[in-house]
């Protein structure tokens, strides 16, 4: 998947993130990547996950971006609120699979 580097016009981006455990530590690392394109526009790690952390993560996408574009997220709250405080366009949508059983 290709990383950007440059500011373009974008309908859709996913936003997520997970967590990482490296030598008893944990990380959250969020990820952006343009649908349209399948670029991954940016990925950062924190030490942290809340509202204020996701809002800066989403500030840093934007400056990629030409345009306000809709994002897709799933029900995490931190990822929401900042959305909405950002006044951002998003759909919910739940990108990992159950497990069968």
């Known amino acids: 998947m290709p990383a950007v580097s440059e500011k373009k016009k974008r309908y859709t981006i996913t936003l997520d993130e997970t967590v990482v455990k490296s030598n008893k530590k944990v990380y959250y690392v969020y990820s952006a990547v343009d649908v349209e394109r399948n670029e991954l526009i940016l990925i950062r ?16 996408v934007l400056k990629f971006c030409e345009n306000k574009p809709k994002f897709i997220v799933d029900k995490a709250p ?11 366009e998003f759909e919910h949508q739940t990108f990992r699979r159950e497990k069968p059983g």
């Open 45 to 60: 790690a924190y030490t942290n996950r809340n509202y204020l952390v996701t809002r800066s993560f989403l500030k840093e």
């Open 78 to 88: 931190w990822l929401i609120d900042a959305l909405k405080i950002l006044d951002l």
